[in-house]
């Protein structure tokens, strides 16, 4: 991988379903280490832009780079590099919660005993060491998200992908998971990009906010620093401007 170039690099892209053009000859480009939410109403393109990230879906037109490779072309120079966690928290029910951490270590050919060790240090990272040996059944919402991000972090990846992650949880419980979340990922040095439907979380995550308009591409871009986020009207004028480039995407639909 060239440290020279940014993580993430997607130029012209464009991703068309039949005659639906989903994602409109979007550029954007994430750098090593930095946080970035992707916001834009619902049908905006915002998993379609994940999916190409993960390589599971190919552009049509222009140029996708993951680490320097097309993530679709290369699935395999990715693999272990880039984890994704998504809404529903997809914890396989018959593992437990230990076990569902393993999982992705033992797929990349981790002993069991290396496994096991690095899936109960990531399980207390997430204020979770009492849990492992329950099964997904017996974890309340807030817990099996936990557990798929412990689970996302364990094989220690260049790049987190979430898709909505905190947003089914009620509010206390998506409000403690993010702050917890962002220390994690701040603290490992991650680079990440996350998909939210809400404006508070991207101010209070990231280090940069890109608003998608449909197709997707980029209508806003806000960089957000952490002299900004202590300071109250700064975020409330930050939270209008996200807000009228999402109601106007919407006006233009
Ligand atoms: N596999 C597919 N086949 C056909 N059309 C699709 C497919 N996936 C997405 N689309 C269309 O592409 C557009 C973008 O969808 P996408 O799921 O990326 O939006 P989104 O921004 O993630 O929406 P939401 O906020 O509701 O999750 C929508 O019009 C959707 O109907
Ligand atoms: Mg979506």
């Known amino acids: 991988m060239n440290m020279n170039t940014s993580l993430i690099e997607l130029t012209g892209v464009i991703k068309r379903f039949g005659t639906h053009v989903a994602v409109d000859r979007l550029s ?3 750098e090593k280490g930095e946080i ?30 993951v680490a320097g490779v097309d993530p679709a072309a290369s699935f ?16 396989l029910p018959w593992r437990t919660a230990c076990e569902n951490v393993e999982l992705g270590l033992l797929i990349l050919n981790k002993s069991k005993a290396e496994a096991r060790t690095i899936a109960l240090e990531w399980l207390r990272r ?11 059944s017996e974890l309340s919402g807030g817990m099996r998200q936990r557990v798929s991000l412990a689970r996302a972090l364990a094989v220690d990846p260049d790049l987190v992908l979430l898709d909505e992650s905190f947003s ?25 990009v996350f998909v939210t439907h809400r404006i508070d979380d991207a101010l209070e995550i990231a280090d940069r906010v890109l608003v998608l308009a449909a197709p997707a591409r980029v209508c ?19 939270h209008a401007r996200i807000e009228r480039a999402i109601g106007g995407d919407e006006a233009a639909a």
């Open 126 to 136: 997430v204020k979770l060491d009492g849990a492992a040996g329950k099964y997904p």
């Open 220 to 238: 806003l871009e806000m960089a957000i620093s952490s002299a900004q986020r202590t300071d109250v009207t700064t975020m409330a004028e930050m």
């Open 168 to 192: 089914q949880l009620d509010h206390v419980t998506s409000q403690v998971l993010r702050r917890d979340f962002s220390e994690i990922v701040r603290a490992v040095g991650k680079t990440c």
């Open 28 to 30: 954007m480009k994430v």
């Open 36 to 65: 970035v939410a992707l916001l834009g109403r619902t049908g905006a393109g915002k998993s379609t832009v994940m999916s190409l990230l993960m390589g599971t879906t190919s552009v049509d037109e222009g140029q996708i780079r």
């Open 76 to 91: 395999q120079a990715l693999r272990g590099k880039m984890s994704v966690s998504f809404q529903t928290d997809r914890l």
